[in-house]
């Protein structure tokens, strides 16, 4: 009998995932990926309609990913200028960690917004739910300053990049 949900099925070994991750096309890919769940994520935050004193704490937020998706589309485009050989595998994988954690940062930022700041009849008017803010509050001030690391530990790898070239 098989399981009622599909099943993920592992189509390559360890070796080829990492010579995929060294590719700077999957890395390109792999950032407007990303890129794209920044500007999802963003669209919902701006959709947040908070009381007073948290308005400053979701503007801030909304600038943060903002910000991470320009990074994201900055690394999309880097990675396919001519880099010198060997320079390339290490400042792939780096990159390709920065996207990662990027990514994370963001779908934990997404849930928290759909399943725990606002009730399900309150996501199509995106209310805030107060108090839940309040218990999310350093949750949320964690997540954003995630953000910025990643976002400014990405311009810190595409500015080692370019300069490298």
């Known amino acids: 009998m098989s399981p009622p949900f599909p099943t993920r099925v592992r189509l390559t070994n360890v070796s080829d995932e990492d010579l995929l991750m060294a590719d700077p096309f999957s890395i390109a890919v792999g950032a407007l990926t990303v890129a794209g ?3 999802s994520v963003g669209k919902a ?3 947040l309609h ?7 704490d979701f503007s801030a937020l909304q600038n943060e990913v903002s ?3 320009a ?4 690394v999309a485009s880097v990675t396919y200028s001519p880099v010198l050989p060997g320079q390339e ?6 990159l390709r960690g920065h996207i990662d954690r990027a990514k994370g940062q963001l779908l934990e930022l997404e849930k928290l917004i759909a399943y725990v700041l606002t009730s399900y009849d309150d996501q199509a008017k995106g209310k805030v739910d107060k108090s839940a803010w309040l218990k ?3 949750k949320l001030r964690s997540l954003r300053k995630g953000l910025r690391n990643v976002r400014m530990n990405l311009a810190l790898s595409i500015a080692t990049v370019t300069l490298s070239v």
Do not use: C, M, Y
């Open 45 to 47: 935050v701006r959709k």
């Open 89 to 94: 595998e290490q400042s792939d994988i780096t």
């Open 136 to 138: 999310q509050q350093n």
């Open 67 to 69: 910000d991470v998706e």
């Open 71 to 74: 990074v994201l589309q900055q």
């Open 50 to 56: 908070a009381f007073k004193t948290a308005q400053g």
């Open 37 to 39: 769940i920044a500007r």
